[in-house]
């Protein structure tokens, strides 16, 4: 299980410094909204490692941001953008 959690905390790791590069780049809504998507792929990660390891500090934060991240994608993805918006 010590090895599972090490995937998970490193996958989550440089999942999070990806994101905020494509994030912080700022080249665009499509880059920006699968940065966001990798967040939230990042934030899975990171609950997985916290259930495994019984953080629930760590898993209640990485639940929220999972949220904000999948609403982020959503608007940066999926919803239209109103005219003159």
Same mark, same amino acid.
């Given at each position: 299980?010590?090895?599972?959690?090490?995937?998970?905390?490193?996958t989550?790791?440089?999942?999070?410094?990806?994101?905020? %590069?494509?994030?912080?780049?700022d !080249?665009?809504?499509? *880059?920006? &909204?699968?940065?966001?998507? #990798?967040?939230?792929?990042?934030?899975?990660?990171w609950?997985g490692?916290?259930?495994?390891?019984?953080?629930?500090?760590?898993? %209640?934060q990485?639940?929220?941001? !999972?949220?904000?991240? *999948?609403y &982020?994608?959503?608007?940066? #993805?999926?919803?239209?953008?109103?005219?003159?918006?």
């Open positions: 299980m010590d090895t599972l959690v090490t995937v998970l905390k490193w989550a790791s440089g999942g999070g410094m990806i994101a905020a %590069t494509m994030v912080s780049l !080249l665009g809504r499509r *880059l920006t &909204g699968w940065g966001l998507v #990798l967040f939230a792929v990042s934030a899975l990660a609950i490692g916290a259930v495994l390891t019984k953080d629930f500090a760590l898993g %209640t990485n639940a929220v941001l !999972l949220l904000i991240d *999948l &982020g994608a959503y608007r940066y #993805l999926i919803r239209k953008v109103p005219p003159g918006g």
